[in-house]
């Protein structure tokens, strides 16, 4: 028997951002989701209902007859438990506490400071440390109690940890402008298979997951070089020593004239979540903090 998904505040939240900017990739933008995330979002809440709640047209993406009053609705009922929580916000507020974060490297830069800051202005008396670690050594500082709770990377043993997914941007290929690749517009793995590979140590999901979908399309990678900073990895490939794998939100701020950026015609994902010890409570300033983070 299959437990049915039953539609909660972040699918409303995520629902009426839609509507509110009449396009997907704005929306997600907004809500420090990837555009994918939230598509998939919207659609398993459209299976959730039962009908259609989005036109898909080439001007935008509009509301539906349905979509229009489940709109109504949705704002009404986000309100009144709105509400319902401010009621006990001074509680909060008025508390006093340390909440420590383990981060794993990039995730902050992803969602920019300023997100994690305003957290701090609303309750400026809870003292918010947050420290970055790699993907391996967050978890280690969760299970070790260096932190209460952790941005991880996926994947992530659920027999370990308490999990809630939290985003995901897309993988890409940094390649240089004299390699044949850099006539593409998309990358393949299977387009992989002769290039040298500059790729995050084994430190960094990445590593393993890249190594996996390599040997689903039937080769071992040459891995060339493992880093523990991207930013180098971008570097060795503007000077064409191989091909650097890298995310969306890093790959943009390159500012090297001779490299391109490449998509994954693979669903090849950065998927972040939000990790705490398994079957331990939380207190209510991480409760509060995982509210805000829109879960």
């Not at 437990?3 to 929306?27: M, P």
């Not at 919207?42 to 009053?69: A, C, D, Q």
């Not at 000077?239 to 995310?247: D, P, Q, R």
Request: glycine share 6%; charged share 25%; with cysteine.
């Amino acid at each position: 028997m299959h437990r049915r998904n039953l539609v909660n505040t972040k699918d409303l939240h995520y629902f009426i951002t839609v509507c509110q900017e009449g396009s997907i990739s704005k929306a997600a933008q907004r809500l420090f989701i990837s555009p994918q995330g939230l598509s998939k979002n919207i659609k398993n809440l459209e299976n959730e209902v039962g009908v259609s709640l989005f036109i898909r047209t080439s001007t935008g993406i509009h509301p539906t007859y349905n979509g229009k009053k489940f709109e109504t609705e949705a704002i009404e009922l986000v309100k009144s438990i709105e509400n319902l929580k401010n009621m006990f916000l001074g509680q909060l507020e008025n508390q006093h506490g340390v909440l420590k974060i383990a981060s794993a490297l990039g995730i902050i830069s992803s969602c920019s400071l300023d997100f994690f800051f305003k957290f701090n202005e609303k309750y400026p008396n809870i003292d918010v440390q947050i420290s970055e670690f790699t993907d391996v050594d967050v978890e280690e500082s969760i299970l070790n109690g260096l932190a209460d709770i952790g941005l991880a990377v996926e994947p992530v043993d659920r027999s370990k940890f308490h999990v809630i997914p939290f985003s995901s941007e897309d993988e890409c290929l940094v390649v240089h402008k004299s390699n044949p690749l850099s006539k593409k517009t998309k990358i393949s793995f299977l387009d992989l298979k002769e290039e040298k590979i500059i790729i995050e140590s084994k430190k960094f999901k990445v590593y393993s997951k890249f190594v996996d979908y390599c040997r689903i399309f039937g080769f071992e990678p040459n891995i060339l070089f493992e880093s523990t900073e991207i930013g180098f990895a971008h570097k060795l490939a503007h000077l064409n020593k191989g091909v650097a794998l890298s995310v969306a939100s890093a790959a943009k701020d390159i500012t090297y004239e001779d490299v391109i950026i490449l998509p994954f015609e693979e669903n090849f994902l950065w998927e972040w979540c939000v990790i705490s010890r398994i079957n331990e409570g939380l207190s209510p300033v991480c409760l509060e903090f995982i509210k805000y983070l829109g879960l």
